[in-house]
Every structure is written in structure tokens, then in C-alpha cells.
């Protein structure tokens, strides 16, 4: 049998790792966890496997989808694209939010104009339920829009308990 190099999402698949998912399940409930290694070792893996366990809803922003010189448009599909991936789950939160538009399975965050919502904002409405958003290969988030996401953390981290 080959061994497949792609990303494990069960823990039968992962080999190894169980101290790094009961780490990492153990401290789900702070607000902000950092997974960091060299490139190629299980990261997300490990990422995918705690999420999968811990059975709180949760969404996963793969930052490998950026171009280098990102435009604000470009980071909003990237989290419309995540949130559209598991819609079922997040349906009764986004639908609430002035600036998010579902259209059958879709989800489009307005990042301009009137209905423009703030990733801020939109932190701040899915904290009306307890969450986890994981961000993969999160060193793309440079250039600079990286202060728009970064300071949405921050505001998340010191406001949204959820």
C-alpha cells in the first residue's frame, strides 16, 4: 500500500500525532492557538484531526489560495469560500449579517460599499455561537491588507468570547 502524502482529516490515518491533537484539544478553549513547524511535517493534519474530534463547529481559511499581491477582494472570497464549504453549519449566523449575501450554496462577503462588512464585524456575529476558525499557511497573509486581518484577530482575541 502507497502512502498518501495529502493532509489527514481521521486520526487512524495520522501517525504519531497524539500528543499534538490532545495539545491542541486540551486548549481549544483559549483564544488563539498557534500551530508552527517546518514545512511538510503534519501541521495541517494535526489541525484538521483536532478540529474534526472536537466536534465544535468550525471553518478552515486556506491561505495557500491567495496570490502573492492579494487584493481585499481576494481575501474576502477566500473566507466566502470557506464559509460557502460548510454553509449548512454557519446558515443561521450569516444569514443575520448585513454585508453577507447566500445565494444557494454560496456565501459572498461584500468587502466594498454600502453593504460592506468588516472581517471584524463578521467576527463579531459568528461569536453569537461558539466557534473555531482554523487559518492554514497563514505566513501568506503579507503585503499590505495583512493589517486588516491581523487586527481583526486582535479585536476577535480581546472581545469575542466565543
Same mark, same amino acid.
Given at each position: 500500500?502507497?502512502?498518501?502524502?495529502?493532509?489527514?482529516?481521521?486520526?487512524?490515518?495520522?501517525?504519531?500525532?497524539?500528543?499534538?491533537?490532545?495539545?491542541?484539544?486540551?486548549?481549544?478553549?483559549?483564544?488563539?492557538?498557534?500551530?508552527?513547524?517546518?514545512?511538510?511535517?503534519?501541521?495541517? =493534519?494535526?489541525?484538521?484531526? @483536532?478540529?474534526?474530534?472536537?466536534?465544535?463547529?468550525?471553518?478552515?481559511? !486556506?491561505?495557500?489560495?491567495?496570490?502573492?499581491?492579494? =487584493?481585499?477582494?481576494?481575501?474576502?472570497?477566500?473566507?466566502?469560500? @470557506?464559509?460557502?464549504?460548510?454553509? =449548512?453549519?454557519?446558515? !443561521?449566523?450569516? =444569514?443575520?449579517?448585513?454585508?453577507?449575501?447566500?445565494?444557494?450554496?454560496?456565501?459572498?462577503?461584500?468587502?466594498?460599499?454600502?453593504?460592506?462588512?468588516?472581517?471584524?464585524?463578521?467576527?463579531?456575529?459568528?461569536?453569537?455561537?461558539?466557534?473555531?476558525?482554523?487559518?492554514?499557511?497563514?505566513?501568506?497573509?503579507?503585503?499590505?491588507?495583512?493589517?486588516?486581518?491581523?487586527?481583526?484577530? @486582535?479585536?476577535?482575541? !480581546?472581545?469575542?468570547?466565543?
Amino acid at each position: 500500500m502507497l502512502f498518501d502524502e495529502r493532509p489527514k482529516e481521521n486520526r487512524e490515518d495520522l501517525f504519531d500525532r497524539e500528543k499534538e491533537i490532545k495539545e491542541i484539544m486540551s486548549n481549544i478553549n483559549r483564544p488563539l492557538i498557534l500551530i508552527t513547524g517546518v514545512r511538510r511535517i503534519g501541521k495541517t =493534519s494535526v489541525l484538521k484531526v @483536532a478540529l474534526n474530534e472536537i466536534k465544535i463547529p468550525h471553518v478552515i481559511i !486556506d491561505c495557500r489560495n491567495l496570490r502573492p499581491n492579494y =487584493s481585499r477582494g481576494d481575501l474576502y472570497s477566500l473566507f466566502s469560500n @470557506a464559509f460557502s464549504s460548510k454553509l =449548512s453549519t454557519f446558515l !443561521d449566523v450569516l =444569514s443575520k449579517i448585513r454585508g453577507v449575501s447566500i445565494l444557494g450554496n454560496s456565501v459572498e462577503l461584500k468587502w466594498k460599499g454600502r453593504e460592506y462588512v468588516s472581517l471584524s464585524d463578521l467576527f463579531d456575529h459568528l461569536n453569537e455561537k461558539r466557534i473555531v476558525i482554523g487559518i492554514d499557511e497563514a505566513q501568506k497573509l503579507r503585503g499590505p491588507l495583512s493589517n486588516e486581518i491581523k487586527e481583526a484577530i @486582535a479585536h476577535a482575541y !480581546d472581545y469575542d468570547k466565543n
